[in-house]
């Protein structure tokens, strides 16, 4: 990013709006030119007039477009659900650091996610299907409220035919929900991993991100430093000046949002990570 | 101390710059306002200049980063939006400027350049700017307020980097001290009025400097000691809880350490035209820290205490930004009204381990 611009959000034309489940949708939005990121960063999307919200991108890297998927859930993204396709958004990034995943070839991959927190994993998750020789296994374990809150329903089966294996679960089922009913870390008892030999990325509500963290290692036995975590703060400039974002000293638009267990263990010592 | 170049100037003729400087660009220096304060303000006329104060009741910090920004500019023309960056940065000289503020402009540098994260490349524009734009000129201190402590904090009386040009009240001359190129672009503009100083000045100076040291008051701050147990992250949540019970949420912190520069966004107009500003914000304040939907990791006031005092007494910060975040200046003794200005501060985290030890030293025996 140029330096005089580090406030200047580029403008780019809404393609496409697709409602996902009640109060998400997902925004596609051009590239503009030279743009390039890696999973797991995010953007600062702008609707001039209401503000600046940080946004994951859930495209991966190599897709042609940007895919947001924004939930309603206050002032600026209410008046982001409000726009049509043919509207205008400006954008600044890609921010933050990226999910480190290079040195994990070979290895097996297992995702959890919670609620809205499968949309920054996707783009990770896209990126490894890509490339899907290089990774052995590869699981998704994702819980919502009710199944009607379980994101991207019609990508499930596109998964599976990469060979993703996929275990939903929800807090609470309804009449036609067959599946399994539960918070997300009741799946774990249904893998059969090896955990030497495998990295989990997992995003969701705090709690849930601190319940599976905690599980994953003392549960299942994954090393705390290949259990992969992005957090959330509230932003106000996406570049480490506003100072909102921090946690202990650690700035989560810069030096996260993605964070390794023992790094996030060691903020709990002094702050609230979760 | 490093090799510095060392000048000397009538008092008359620090005048007669001053004005020239002032005629030429922006001036801002010490003013008496009404009550008596001092605070730095643009000057068109050096006679209105003050020397009669020990410190501003405000840090000059509002003209790198002021209170209230307007940060980009939104339009509408025939229905096609255009946006522009704003980056007002004015030619500026500072004058009177005492070394404990210079150290938190210096502090504030670090951070706002992208230093403290080794990015550069996100060095704040609109900062920067101003701060290259900057001119400083620090009188150093020979009477310390009761309130100061800066000798604690390495943040003064004296410094040795961070300024333009210091000067030295010698009497008659001022001792200039020149810190950087633009402190020689100062002396090379108006040479006939700068004459060498001498060895004896320099030992005037350095006696000054010990002197000064003899007459601090009764606000040490114990950094070392604070600074290791806030870094072991044990200290008792009693502590925090009876400092958070007494805090006022002021947000007083955020208005007057040169070292404190949160600030929040706010987009003022309609889908049609207006502005995008930032404002100072506080970590004081529970707001700060909502998050979306409304759920709040620092709620509790105690919380956002052990947050604030993290941020400038932590080893991690200091190991980041090459020092701790307090510089001694003693402005929130001044105006603390719940009683949790930083050197209380720091004596109630010491002063609860020296219990605590001499409870284990109770059992012991
Ligand atoms: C790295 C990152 C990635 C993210 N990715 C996604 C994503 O992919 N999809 C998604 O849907 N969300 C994502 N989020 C969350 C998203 O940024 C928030 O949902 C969004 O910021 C909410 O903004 P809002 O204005 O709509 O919400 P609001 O809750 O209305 O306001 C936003 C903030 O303003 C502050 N605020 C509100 N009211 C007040 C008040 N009265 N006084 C003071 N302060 C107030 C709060 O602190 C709040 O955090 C991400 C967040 C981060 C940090
Ligand atoms: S914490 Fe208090 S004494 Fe220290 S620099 Fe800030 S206002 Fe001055
Ligand atoms: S969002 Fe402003 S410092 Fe991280």
Partial sequence: MKQELLFLPTLVTIKEIKPEIPAVATFRLPKPDGFSHKAGQFLEVSLFGKGEVPISISSPPSYEDLLLTIRNS?????????????????????????????EYEGWDVIFVGGGIGLAPLRSLLWEMLYHRDK????????????????????????????????????????????????????????????????VAYVCGPPIMIRFAMRDLVEKIGIAPHNCIATLERHMKCGVGKCGHCVIAEKYVCIDGPVFRYPEIKMLERYDDPW | MPDLTYKKIGKEDLMKILQEIANEEELIAPVEMFGGEALF????????????????????????????????????????????????????????????DVEGIRYSEFFYSGKMFQREDLADPHFMARRNNLTI??????????????VCCDGGPFLERGFDLQLTDLGEYWLCEVGSEKGTAIIEKFPSFFIDAEEKDIQKRKEL???????????????????????????PREVWESLGERCIVCGGWQLLCPLCFCYTVVDIGDENEGYRARI???????????????PNPRKGRDRRRERCIFHKFSWQYVERMGRHGCVGCGRCVITCMGYVHMPQTVWEIRSAFREESYKKEAKVR
């Fill in chain 1, 135 to 198: 990774f052995g296994r590869i699981l998704l374990l994702y819980g919502a409220r009710s199944p009607a809150d379980l994101l991207y329903p019609w990508q499930y089966e596109e998964f599976e035919r990469n060979g993703v294996e996929i275990l939903l679960t929800v807090d609470r089922g309804d009449e036609k929900w067959t599946g399994n009913v539960g918070v997300v870390t009741t799946l774990f008892d249904k893998v059969k991993i090896e955990p030497e030999r495998t």
């Fill in chain 2, 209 to 235: 400097e010990d002197k000064v040291l003899e007459k601090f008051g009764p606000y040490p701050a114990f950094s070392g000691a604070t600074l290791r147990r806030i870094t072991e992250g044990n200290i």
């Fill in chain 2, 280 to 294: 100072w914000d506080s970590c004081h304040y529970e707001g700060y820290h909502r998050l979306a939907g409304g």
């Fill in chain 1, 74 to 102: 206050g002032y600026v993204t209410g008046a982001i659900h409000k726009l049509k396709e043919g509207d205008v958004l400006g954008i600044r990034g890609p921010l933050g650091n990226t999910f480190p995943y290079e």
């Fill in chain 2, 41 to 100: 303000q643009p000057v068109k006329d050096v006679n209105d200049i003050t020397f009669n104060y020990v410190n501003t009741l405000f840090p000059p910090k509002q003209f790198l980063l002021p209170r209230f920004e307007k940060i980009l500019t939104y339009k509408k023309e025939d229905g096609k939006l255009k946006v522009e960056e704003i980056i007002e940065a004015p030619k500026r000289t500072i004058f009177g400027i005492r070394s404990c």
């Fill in chain 2, 137 to 150: 000129i620090s009188v150093a201190c020979l009477n310390p307020a009761p309130t100061c402590f800066c």
